[in-house]
């Protein structure tokens, strides 16, 4: 539910603050989001609805959406949203953290859907994009025209109207449209060949699992599906490199499809294996501290090395029941395993990394028996190497898939932002003018929604002078942190601190915020105008011919 709130009419009068169970999290500019992530409710995903989520250790236990703050100390220089916990969480941000420490190349690449003005929430995407381009990466900012066009109904004239304002503030805000690469789903033929191809991997049952769809599902609907899943893969077009999806996770359904969508365009797949059976991940985890106990105990006895060490050696050590042996504790894991070892019996026991043939075409399976160094099996649909590791064979198989004509497509990675909370409490929505500000607003009409907006204080002067504000509840405070404070971390802090010890009242803190806001989107208009006299010079049509 939205609540509106009335102005103050005085400095120090203090609006309650609202408790709606929908009212996002704020963070903490330790750099650490809230331990408690907020209220408890139910999370669904849904990248066409108003999602809200107020649970965001839901999203790491449900979803296996990692903690941002886990791989921080990796990321050289990190963004301030980074920084304050705003960024919360991602899934596979090493590789993109490594290739930027490391000089590599890299990609970003996130979708607006046209479908109503660019607001202060859209910005939050607009700067990870940039910041991600200016830390060296090739950077592409899309068009979701086909989605909104089809998933919300809007017509050709709306979407093209729309397109104009988001590009023109992602240019405002710093984009560099001749270092990155600015498209529509509709003008772009690659993405449009991409999802035909990816279309012929997924399937009815799939998406409806994923997106509930229905009967009542329109095709096209569908097919704007596969053309994200195409925009998230298409910066790996030219060559496989790590490439970052920022989004909110609301959209956290398109980027686990797009994962999976990547693997089964692959020619290989390359796991670890111990023997010559396959195994599921549970299994081959249990296996390994299996062997390691096995190892460790044949060094203490002196009865053999490594190469000694047999299939049934396993089975036996696993029916002790040794704790390092069944780390999972799951006896279906057990018993599928102990299936598989006795069923081998006398067969070596050897760690290897195993390439199991996908989609490759015969030349390609061929080329990667014979690039394969050093001692190797090779069987119907498989080759074991056991003189190279996990990485280099990654790399191996991927370089084959790409000289034979495959893609090599790496995971796509992406990170996720909090919702921001609505100026007037609860969700902030685009289709309510007055809880949020749009990147079109005027600078006065932004002073005023920010003087009229919720804040966290308490319901009398004396009272926050006394208790202190709720600056984590606080849409106001958001502001400070998501955007007026910029990269100025000492300022954001301070704001929280005064307003939590009570220094700080909601009226003077409000005037500070919406001059602020004044001041930004004064400056913003200005860039946006310079930016409409040069928009003939990209390279992107922003008029359609299509009809209705």
Same mark, same amino acid.
């Given at each position: 539910?939205?609540?509106?709130?009335?102005?103050?009419?005085?400095?120090?009068?203090?609006?309650?603050?609202?408790?709606?169970?929908?009212?996002?999290?704020?963070?903490?500019?330790?750099?650490?989001?809230?331990?408690?992530?907020?209220?408890?409710?139910?999370?669904?995903?849904?990248?066409?609805?108003?999602?809200?989520?107020?649970?965001?250790?839901?999203?790491?236990?449900?979803?296996?959406?990692?903690?941002?703050?886990?791989?921080?100390?990796?990321?050289?220089?990190?963004?301030?949203?980074?920084?304050?916990?705003?960024?919360?969480?991602?899934?596979?941000?090493?590789?993109?953290?490594?290739?930027?420490?490391?000089?590599?190349?890299?990609?970003?690449?996130?979708?607006?859907?046209?479908?109503?003005?660019?607001?202060?929430?859209?910005?939050?995407?607009?700067?990870?994009?940039?910041?991600?381009?200016?830390?060296?990466?090739?950077?592409?900012?899309?068009?979701?025209?086909?989605?909104?066009?089809?998933?919300?109904?809007?017509?050709?004239?709306?979407?093209?109207?729309?397109?104009?304002?988001?590009?023109?503030?992602?240019?405002?805000?710093?984009?560099?449209?001749?270092?990155?690469?600015?498209?529509?789903?509709?003008?772009?033929?690659?993405?449009?060949?991409?999802?035909?191809?990816?279309?012929?991997?997924?399937?009815?049952?799939?998406?409806?699992?994923?997106?509930?769809?229905?009967?009542?599902?329109?095709?096209?609907?569908?097919?704007?599906?596969?053309?994200?899943?195409?925009?998230?893969?298409?910066?790996?077009?030219?060559?496989?490199?790590?490439?970052?999806?920022?989004?909110?996770?609301?959209?956290?359904?398109?980027?686990?499809?797009?994962?999976?969508?990547?693997?089964?365009?692959?020619?290989?797949?390359?796991?670890?294996?111990?023997?010559?059976?396959?195994?599921?991940?549970?299994?081959?985890?249990?296996?390994?501290?299996?062997?390691? $106990?096995? &190892? @460790?105990?044949?060094? *203490?006895?002196?009865?053999?090395?490594? /190469?000694?060490?047999?299939?049934?050696? =396993? #089975? %036996?050590?696993?029916?002790?029941?040794?704790?390092?042996?069944?780390?999972?504790?799951?006896?279906?894991?057990?018993?599928?395993?102990?299936?598989?070892?006795?069923?081998?019996?006398?067969?070596?026991?050897?760690?290897?990394?195993?390439?199991?043939?996908?989609?490759?075409?015969?030349?390609?399976?061929?080329?990667?028996? $014979?690039? &394969? @160094?050093?001692?190797? *099996?090779?069987?119907?649909?498989?080759? /074991?190497?056991?003189?190279?590791?996990? =990485? #280099? %064979?990654?790399?191996?198989?991927?370089?084959?898939?790409?000289?034979?004509?495959?893609?090599?497509?790496?995971?796509?990675?992406?990170?996720?932002?909090?919702?921001?909370?609505?100026?007037?409490?609860?969700?902030?929505?685009?289709?309510?003018?007055?809880?949020?500000?749009?990147?079109?607003?005027?600078?006065?009409?932004?002073?005023?929604?920010?003087?009229?907006?919720?804040?966290?204080?308490?319901?009398?002067?004396?009272?926050?002078?006394?208790?202190?504000?709720?600056?984590?509840?606080?849409?106001?405070?958001?502001?400070?942190?998501?955007?007026?404070?910029?990269?100025?971390?000492?300022?954001?802090?301070?704001?929280?601190?005064?307003?939590?010890?009570?220094?700080?009242?909601?009226?003077?803190?409000?005037?500070?915020?919406?001059?602020?806001?004044?001041?930004?989107?004064?400056?913003?208009?200005?860039?946006?105008?310079?930016?409409?006299?040069?928009?003939?010079?990209?390279?992107?049509?922003?008029?359609?011919?299509?009809?209705?």
């Amino acid at each position: 539910m939205t609540h509106e709130r009335d102005a103050d009419p005085d400095p120090d009068a203090q609006p309650a603050a609202d408790e709606s169970a929908d009212a996002d999290p704020t963070v903490h500019t330790t750099g650490q989001p809230r331990p408690d992530g907020g209220a408890v409710d139910d999370v669904a995903l849904d990248p066409w609805g108003s999602s809200t989520v107020s649970d965001y250790r839901k999203l790491f236990e449900q979803f296996g959406i990692e903690r941002f703050e886990t791989v921080l100390d990796e990321v050289p220089a990190p963004h301030y949203l980074m920084r304050r916990g705003v960024i919360f969480g991602h899934r596979d941000y090493r590789p993109v953290a490594r290739a930027m420490r490391e000089g590599d190349p890299f990609a970003a690449l996130s979708g607006f859907m046209p479908t109503g003005d660019p607001h202060i929430g859209h910005k939050l995407v607009f700067d990870e994009i940039i910041w991600h381009q200016q830390q060296g990466g090739d950077a592409y900012g899309l068009i979701a025209d086909l989605e909104a066009h089809s998933a919300r109904g809007l017509s050709w004239a709306e979407v093209d109207e729309h397109a104009r304002n988001y590009i023109l503030s992602l240019l405002a805000l710093g984009f560099d449209p001749e270092a990155g690469e600015l498209y529509r789903q509709s003008a772009n033929r690659e993405v449009q060949d991409l999802a035909f191809e990816l279309g012929a991997e997924a399937n009815f049952s799939e998406l409806q699992a994923i997106y509930d769809f229905d009967g009542e599902t329109d095709v096209s609907h569908m097919q704007s599906v596969v053309t994200q899943m195409a925009d998230i893969l298409y910066p790996q077009l030219e060559e496989p490199k790590p490439t970052v999806i920022p989004v909110g996770p609301d959209q956290d359904p398109h980027i686990r499809l797009s994962r999976d969508l990547a693997a089964r365009l692959r020619y290989f797949g390359v796991t670890e294996a111990y023997a010559s059976f396959e195994l599921a991940d549970a299994e081959r985890r249990a296996l390994a501290l299996v062997y390691d $106990e096995l &190892v @460790d105990e044949s060094r *203490r006895t002196d009865e053999g090395g490594d /190469d000694t060490l047999r299939c049934e050696d =396993a #089975a %036996a050590l696993l029916r002790a029941g040794a704790d390092r042996a069944d780390p999972l504790d799951e006896p279906a894991v057990r018993d599928s395993l102990l299936e598989k070892l006795d069923n081998a019996g006398k067969e070596p026991l050897r760690p290897r990394v195993r390439f199991v043939d996908r989609n490759a075409t015969e030349t390609a399976f061929e080329a990667l028996i $014979e690039a &394969v @160094d050093g001692e190797k *099996r090779v069987y119907d649909n498989h080759v /074991d190497a056991f003189e190279t590791d996990r =990485a #280099a %064979a990654e790399q191996l198989a991927r370089d084959v898939e790409v000289a034979h004509g495959g893609y090599g497509f790496l995971p796509p990675s992406s990170v996720y932002h909090r919702f921001m909370t609505g100026l007037t409490g609860g969700k902030m929505s685009s289709s309510v003018p007055a809880s949020h500000i749009s990147l079109l607003d005027t600078p006065e009409e932004g002073y005023d929604k920010v003087k009229t907006a919720t804040t966290g204080g308490r319901e009398t002067a004396e009272k926050q002078r006394e208790l202190g504000g709720e600056p984590d509840d606080c849409p106001v405070y958001e502001l400070y942190a998501y955007l007026l404070a910029h990269d100025d971390d000492e300022f954001a802090k301070q704001v929280y601190d005064e307003c939590a010890g009570g220094e700080r009242l909601c009226g003077d803190c409000k005037e500070q915020a919406a001059r602020l806001m004044e001041d930004f989107l004064e400056n913003h208009q200005e860039k946006r105008a310079e930016w409409a006299d040069r928009l003939e010079e990209l390279d992107i049509d922003l008029d359609t011919d299509r009809k209705r």
